[in-house]
């Protein structure tokens, strides 16, 4: 099973930048590693949803993003190390949430209406003021 860990969160002011890592363990039950499958970071507010944040194909391409943070947070991967990244620059409050990683469908891109699971535990990102 593929499992996933999120690390890098933390609090940091305003107009600063964080560099989310997860990373991927383990085999899928075709035993494809997450390198064969899209990727993706959601985030949750505290009272809200869950909302997609970013997406990456499987090969690093077909990249999406929310509006929200377009122009200010970039998606990345490495198969080698089998990490995704998010790098999150001119950050606001409204960014503050706990940011998740998830896998996508085997050989995907990132489209947010993908179906996403092997959810990780979850980062928490404060933007203070």
């Known amino acids: 099973q593929v499992q996933l860990v999120e690390s890098g969160g933390g609090l940091v002011q305003v107009g600063g930048s964080l560099r989310l890592s997860c990373a991927a363990s383990g085999r899928s039950s075709t035993g494809r590693t997450f390198s064969s499958y899209g990727g993706g970071w959601f985030r949750q507010a505290p009272g809200k949803e869950r909302e997609f944040v970013a997406g990456?194909?499987?090969?690093?391409?077909?990249?999406y993003y929310a509006d929200s943070v377009k122009g200010r947070f970039t998606i990345s991967r490495d198969n080698i190390e089998n990490t995704m990244y998010l790098q999150m620059n001119s950050l606001k409050p409204e960014d503050t949430a706990v940011y998740y990683c998830a896998r996508g469908g085997e050989y995907s891109g990132g489209q947010p209406d993908l179906k996403w699971d092997n959810w990780g535990q979850g980062t928490q990102v404060t933007v203070s003021t």
């Open positions: 990456i194909g499987w090969g690093g391409g077909s990249i």
